[in-house]
Protein backbone atom coordinates (compact mmCIF):
# COMPACT_ATOMS: atom_id res chain seq x y z
CA UNK A 1 0.00 0.00 0.00
CA UNK A 2 1.03 3.32 -0.72
CA UNK A 3 2.19 5.58 2.18
CA UNK A 4 0.35 9.24 3.41
CA UNK A 5 1.47 11.96 1.21
CA UNK A 6 1.08 15.46 1.40
CA UNK A 7 1.32 18.32 -1.27
CA UNK A 8 3.07 20.37 -1.69
CA UNK A 9 6.56 18.90 0.13
CA UNK A 10 8.04 22.94 0.40
CA UNK A 11 6.07 26.47 0.55
CA UNK A 12 7.00 29.75 0.94
CA UNK A 13 4.65 32.72 0.98
CA UNK A 14 4.28 36.28 2.00
CA UNK A 15 2.62 37.90 5.48
CA UNK A 16 -1.13 37.95 4.77
CA UNK A 17 -0.98 35.43 2.00
CA UNK A 18 -3.46 32.02 2.25
CA UNK A 19 -2.16 28.89 1.96
CA UNK A 20 -4.12 24.81 1.63
CA UNK A 21 -2.00 21.76 2.40
CA UNK A 22 -3.46 18.41 0.87
CA UNK A 23 -2.91 14.91 1.95
CA UNK A 24 -3.92 12.06 1.13
CA UNK A 25 -4.13 9.17 3.30
CA UNK A 26 -3.06 5.43 3.07
CA UNK A 27 -6.00 3.29 1.56
CA UNK A 28 -8.75 2.65 3.89
CA UNK A 29 -7.92 4.78 6.48
CA UNK A 30 -10.83 6.90 7.62
CA UNK A 31 -9.17 9.20 10.07
CA UNK A 32 -6.94 12.01 9.33
CA UNK A 33 -4.83 14.23 11.69
CA UNK A 34 -3.08 17.53 11.43
CA UNK A 35 0.28 18.81 13.80
CA UNK A 36 2.29 21.23 13.57
CA UNK A 37 5.68 21.12 14.27
CA UNK A 38 7.73 23.69 14.98
CA UNK A 39 11.19 23.74 17.10
CA UNK A 40 10.04 25.77 20.05
CA UNK A 41 6.78 24.25 20.79
CA UNK A 42 7.01 20.63 19.05
CA UNK A 43 3.86 18.85 18.06
CA UNK A 44 0.87 20.61 18.35
CA UNK A 45 -2.08 18.80 17.77
CA UNK A 46 -5.09 21.42 15.11
CA UNK A 47 -7.53 18.55 14.09
CA UNK A 48 -8.68 15.32 13.30
CA UNK A 49 -11.65 14.13 10.80
CA UNK A 50 -13.74 11.31 10.87
CA UNK A 51 -15.63 10.25 7.99
CA UNK A 52 -15.48 13.70 6.47
CA UNK A 53 -16.55 15.04 10.75
CA UNK A 54 -14.27 17.33 12.38
CA UNK A 55 -14.13 15.08 15.73
CA UNK A 56 -11.20 17.46 17.89
CA UNK A 57 -9.88 20.62 17.13
CA UNK A 58 -6.22 21.88 18.80
CA UNK A 59 -5.92 24.99 20.55
CA UNK A 60 -5.42 27.23 17.34
CA UNK A 61 -6.75 30.48 16.00
CA UNK A 62 -9.87 30.27 13.67
CA UNK A 63 -7.08 31.50 10.49
CA UNK A 64 -6.39 27.30 10.54
CA UNK A 65 -9.04 25.02 9.00
CA UNK A 66 -9.50 21.55 7.68
CA UNK A 67 -11.93 19.54 5.74
CA UNK A 68 -12.41 16.11 4.60
CA UNK A 69 -13.82 14.71 1.73
CA UNK A 70 -15.89 11.21 0.68
CA UNK A 71 -12.08 9.42 -0.27
CA UNK A 72 -10.68 10.43 3.11
CA UNK A 73 -8.52 12.61 1.58
CA UNK A 74 -7.77 16.16 3.93
CA UNK A 75 -6.86 19.61 2.89
CA UNK A 76 -5.91 22.34 5.74
CA UNK A 77 -6.15 26.12 4.97
CA UNK A 78 -4.09 29.05 6.47
CA UNK A 79 -5.85 32.43 5.92
CA UNK A 80 -4.09 35.75 6.54
CA UNK A 81 -0.70 33.93 6.99
CA UNK A 82 1.74 35.10 10.06
CA UNK A 83 5.44 34.91 10.38
CA UNK A 84 4.94 32.29 13.34
CA UNK A 85 3.01 29.88 11.05
CA UNK A 86 6.40 29.13 9.65
CA UNK A 87 6.52 25.48 10.66
CA UNK A 88 6.54 21.86 9.73
CA UNK A 89 2.69 20.79 8.63
CA UNK A 90 2.52 16.97 9.10
CA UNK A 91 -0.62 14.59 8.72
CA UNK A 92 -1.29 11.57 10.05
CA UNK A 93 -3.76 8.98 9.32
CA UNK A 94 -5.63 6.34 10.84
CA UNK A 95 -7.73 2.97 10.04
CA UNK A 96 -10.31 4.11 12.91
CA UNK A 97 -10.85 6.97 15.19
CA UNK A 98 -9.97 4.92 18.26
CA UNK A 99 -6.60 6.55 20.39
CA UNK A 100 -5.27 2.41 20.10
CA UNK A 101 -4.86 3.21 16.15
CA UNK A 102 -1.12 3.38 14.75
CA UNK A 103 -0.77 6.83 13.39
CA UNK A 104 1.36 6.00 9.71
CA UNK A 105 3.03 10.27 9.21
CA UNK A 106 3.34 12.04 5.90
CA UNK A 107 6.33 13.48 5.05
CA UNK A 108 5.26 16.65 5.73
CA UNK A 109 5.12 19.80 4.54
CA UNK A 110 7.63 22.97 4.99
CA UNK A 111 6.00 26.14 5.06
CA UNK A 112 7.77 29.20 5.54
CA UNK A 113 6.33 32.75 5.78
CA UNK A 114 8.24 35.25 4.58
CA UNK B 1 -1.74 22.21 24.54
CA UNK B 2 1.41 19.19 24.50
CA UNK B 3 0.91 16.29 26.48
CA UNK B 4 3.28 13.60 27.41
CA UNK B 5 6.32 15.57 28.21
CA UNK B 6 9.83 13.60 27.92
CA UNK B 7 12.83 13.87 29.70
CA UNK B 8 15.64 14.67 29.00
CA UNK B 9 15.16 17.16 25.82
CA UNK B 10 18.48 15.79 24.32
CA UNK B 11 20.87 12.43 24.97
CA UNK B 12 24.16 11.89 23.61
CA UNK B 13 25.56 8.40 24.03
CA UNK B 14 28.14 5.98 22.17
CA UNK B 15 27.08 3.32 20.11
CA UNK B 16 26.70 -0.21 22.26
CA UNK B 17 25.37 2.05 25.03
CA UNK B 18 21.88 1.91 26.31
CA UNK B 19 19.13 4.87 26.13
CA UNK B 20 16.83 5.49 28.04
CA UNK B 21 14.13 8.19 27.69
CA UNK B 22 10.94 8.99 29.99
CA UNK B 23 7.45 10.52 29.53
CA UNK B 24 5.01 11.89 31.66
CA UNK B 25 1.44 12.92 31.83
CA UNK B 26 -1.14 14.89 33.86
CA UNK B 27 -3.68 13.18 34.47
CA UNK B 28 -5.38 9.65 32.68
CA UNK B 29 -4.52 7.84 30.10
CA UNK B 30 -5.88 4.81 28.63
CA UNK B 31 -2.89 4.51 26.12
CA UNK B 32 0.12 5.67 25.63
CA UNK B 33 2.46 5.71 22.30
CA UNK B 34 6.35 6.20 21.18
CA UNK B 35 7.23 7.48 18.00
CA UNK B 36 10.62 7.95 16.33
CA UNK B 37 11.24 11.21 13.86
CA UNK B 38 14.34 11.22 12.04
CA UNK B 39 15.44 14.68 10.55
CA UNK B 40 12.63 16.57 9.00
CA UNK B 41 10.34 13.55 8.24
CA UNK B 42 7.28 12.29 9.52
CA UNK B 43 6.65 10.00 12.38
CA UNK B 44 7.03 5.99 12.64
CA UNK B 45 5.14 4.42 15.16
CA UNK B 46 7.39 2.01 17.76
CA UNK B 47 4.98 0.44 20.12
CA UNK B 48 2.00 1.33 22.27
CA UNK B 49 1.53 0.30 25.73
CA UNK B 50 -1.93 0.55 27.50
CA UNK B 51 -3.00 1.53 30.83
CA UNK B 52 -3.48 -2.29 31.97
CA UNK B 53 0.37 -3.20 31.21
CA UNK B 54 3.50 -2.57 32.72
CA UNK B 55 5.95 -3.75 30.57
CA UNK B 56 6.31 -4.51 26.35
CA UNK B 57 9.24 -5.29 24.31
CA UNK B 58 10.12 -4.55 20.32
CA UNK B 59 13.19 -6.03 19.13
CA UNK B 60 15.60 -3.79 21.30
CA UNK B 61 13.20 -1.67 22.41
CA UNK B 62 11.28 -1.76 26.38
CA UNK B 63 8.87 0.11 27.42
CA UNK B 64 7.21 0.45 30.68
CA UNK B 65 4.17 2.47 32.11
CA UNK B 66 3.61 3.40 36.02
CA UNK B 67 0.19 4.78 36.13
CA UNK B 68 1.17 5.33 39.54
CA UNK B 69 3.57 7.89 38.50
CA UNK B 70 2.14 9.24 35.29
CA UNK B 71 5.36 8.25 33.80
CA UNK B 72 6.47 5.73 30.82
CA UNK B 73 10.09 4.94 30.11
CA UNK B 74 11.61 3.98 26.36
CA UNK B 75 14.65 1.71 26.54
CA UNK B 76 16.77 1.06 23.55
CA UNK B 77 19.36 -1.34 24.08
CA UNK B 78 22.72 -1.78 22.60
CA UNK B 79 22.08 1.51 20.73
CA UNK B 80 23.13 1.96 17.08
CA UNK B 81 24.05 5.47 14.81
CA UNK B 82 20.99 4.41 13.24
CA UNK B 83 19.15 5.03 16.46
CA UNK B 84 19.86 8.75 15.76
CA UNK B 85 16.33 10.45 16.17
CA UNK B 86 13.78 12.12 17.91
CA UNK B 87 11.67 10.39 20.27
CA UNK B 88 8.61 11.18 21.42
CA UNK B 89 5.75 9.88 23.51
CA UNK B 90 1.98 10.31 22.76
CA UNK B 91 -1.10 9.81 24.91
CA UNK B 92 -5.16 10.07 24.90
CA UNK B 93 -4.85 12.13 27.69
CA UNK B 94 -7.40 14.92 26.29
CA UNK B 95 -9.57 11.74 24.58
CA UNK B 96 -9.24 10.06 21.40
CA UNK B 97 -6.77 12.52 19.49
CA UNK B 98 -3.60 11.51 20.47
CA UNK B 99 -1.52 14.59 21.92
CA UNK B 100 2.46 14.24 21.57
CA UNK B 101 5.15 16.00 23.76
CA UNK B 102 8.34 18.02 22.65
CA UNK B 103 9.79 14.97 22.37
CA UNK B 104 14.08 13.73 22.83
CA UNK B 105 16.60 14.26 20.76
CA UNK B 106 18.98 11.41 20.65
CA UNK B 107 22.55 11.33 19.09
CA UNK B 108 24.25 7.71 19.19
CA UNK B 109 28.01 8.68 17.95
CA UNK B 110 29.54 5.77 16.33
Redesign the interface.
Known amino acids: KAG ?1 TQTPRYLIKTRGQQVTLSCSPISGHRSV ?1 W ?1 QQTPG ?5 LF ?1 YFSETQ ?2 K ?2 FPGRFSGRQFSNSRSEMNVSTLELGDSA ?1 Y ?1 C ?1 SSLG ?4 D ?7 T ?1 LTVL | ?2 QGEEDPQALSIQEGENATMNCSYKTSI ?2 L ?1 W ?1 RQNS ?6 LI ?1 I ?1 SNEREKHSGRLRVTLDTSKKSSSLLITASRAADTASY ?1 CAT ?1 EH ?9 TRLTVKP
Do not use: C, I, K, W
Open positions: VSYQGLQFERNGNLLAAASTTQYFGPGR | SQNNQYGRGLVHLRFDGPDMRFGAG
